[in-house]
């Protein structure tokens, strides 16, 4: 279904162009990549840059919108564009695909029934750290599963935190380069965390603090 609506799009809001255009190629759909039409949609895509962006749908044609990891809508800018449509009558047809976030929780060994997902944690360090307190307060208060994510090149400065902040006792898993060639996904106590050696600086990692059941 994925390929036979690629196949019939022509206007995509996407991240960054030249991956999404390599990646159109690479599914070899016999589609003319020099006729298709790229919207860069981020976080700092205006309103009116949406107006002219869905011009096309209200004549119509389909728009797809292209995560460069992930979902769209998931800590990601798609939901400007999921919002947009519904604001205006535009049909919303989901074609989900691997996410990050769900898979850390599966392969976490912690609740899957009760999670809360935080998205990016603050960049600035008294906030961050402030932020980690929080979620082992809400851990112990309600039992939910913390997801959290961070930018590849802070993954490391992330951990220092963590494993400096966090009690040695609670359980944090890092789910790393999910789906990719150096895949690796460890739950373990903090205190075990902090002797590690792993090095995954500039890497895609989503996080987790939990209870096993």
Known sequence: ??????????????ENVRTSRRFISSLKLGVEIPELQFEVLDKKTSHQQLDK?????????????????????LADPGALAVAYAHQHGIQVVPL?????????????????????????????????IQAIKEL????????????FMETPFRNMQLMKDLTTQLSQNVQLCVGVDLFGK????????????????????????????????
């Not at 279904?1 to 996407?14: G, K």
């Not at 962006?53 to 809508?73: D, H």
């Not at 695909?97 to 009760?114: D, E, K, L, M, N």
Request: glycine share 8%; net charge positive; proline share 6%.
């Open 1 to 14: 279904m994925v390929l036979d609506v690629v196949r019939n799009t022509s206007h995509f809001l996407v």
């Open 136 to 147: 082992e307060s809400n851990l112990k208060k309600t039992g939910y599963t913390q997801v």
């Open 182 to 213: 150096q895949e690796y996904v460890k739950t373990q106590p903090v205190s075990r965390w902090k002797n590690s050696k792993k090095d995954f600086h500039k890497v895609p990692a989503v996080y987790c603090i939990g209870q096993f059941s």
């Open 53 to 73: 962006f869905f011009a096309p749908a209200m004549q119509g044609k389909n728009i797809g919108v292209m995560s460069e990891a992930g979902l769209p809508g």
């Open 96 to 128: 989900p695909g691997p996410s990050s976030i769900q898979t850390v929780v599966i392969s976490s060994g912690f609740s899957g029934q009760r999670f809360t997902f935080h998205g990016y944690l603050p960049i600035q360090k008294k906030e961050r």
